[in-house]
């Protein structure tokens, strides 16, 4: 008798991949709107996103938004979080979805294989998006927390070679054959997770990657089409409120802080 194949899995990576922007800057005018901070730094925040988009982020911005998030985290209530990010995630979220990363993870649905996001961003934001999308499975960030609140440390950082470790450890609890398995990502830093499947995909590469995928033979794919995500699923209402206007606005301080250090660094 022939051997029982093992499962397969498809790992996504998030911002830029599956939705079209980085998710920690998708919020800043809904804080505006709310009135907690100024056209200025709005017009930063959409900056530091143009940046991303076109540049992509090295390791040295990655660390430095890692740190301030840490930071800025600090002191909140985790249920409070969850409650915000449960509020805005449809508006904020939906219209950005990449019409073809939907497709896709129809496809590997269909072909009997797990779907799993695996993203640098915070588990509470991370998994209700995956929720959204039917992803069997999410890796993210975790915070530290204590008596319910954040500690500003982090007890996992879903990011370069941990994106891999965490894949691999994955796949030894479900079974996954990784040779037989998918990964799709925009980034360099994501180089390593990639490297970890038997299918690696470049998706909207920023140059680095770009360069490793063509010297390697690994397919590159262009997503360029966000489709509000209820035109394609059944999605539950949302709701809008005051306390998820202001975690959109300390996305927006970080994004602003991130480019004047940029301004620094390169003044320096």
């Known amino acids: 008798m022939s051997p029982v194949p093992r499962p397969t899995a498809a790992f996504f990576d998030l911002d830029k991949t599956i939705i079209a922007k980085s998710s920690t800057l998708a919020f800043s005018r809904e804080f505006q709107a709310g009135g907690l901070i100024s056209r200025g730094a709005v017009l930063r925040s959409a900056y530091a996103q143009f940046v991303y988009l076109v540049g992509g982020a090295d390791h040295d911005q990655m660390e430095k938004m890692r740190q301030f998030m840490s930071q800025l985290c600090s002191g909140w209530d985790v249920e409070t979080v969850k409650e915000i990010v449960g509020d805005t995630l449809h508006n904020i979220v939906d219209p950005l979805v990449y ?157 602003a802080v991130w480019l004047n250090l940029r301004r620094r660094r390169a003044a320096a």
Request: proline residues 4%.
């Open 99 to 255: 019409d073809e990363a939907v497709s896709l993870i129809e496809e590997h649905h269909l072909a009997g294989r797990d779907v799993i996001i695996v993203s640098t961003s915070g588990s509470e934001v991370v998994e209700p998006i995956g929720e959204m999308l039917g992803a069997d499975k999410v890796v993210a960030t975790r915070m530290e927390v204590r008596d319910g609140k954040y500690t500003g440390g982090i007890s996992f950082y879903a990011y370069a070679e941990n994106k891999a470790t965490a894949i691999r450890d994955l796949a030894l609890r479900r079974g996954y054959d990784l040779k037989r398995s998918y990964a799709y990502s925009d980034s360099i830093t994501d180089v390593h997770m990639l490297e970890a499947v038997g299918h690696p995909h470049a998706v909207n590469p920023d140059k680095d990657l770009r360069r490793v995928a063509r010297d390697r033979g690994w397919p590159i794919l262009v997503f360029n089409k966000p489709v509000a995500l209820r035109t394609r699923l059944k999605l539950p209402p949302a709701r809008q409120t005051i306390a998820a206007l202001t975690i959109g606005g300390v996305a927006a301080i970080v994004a």
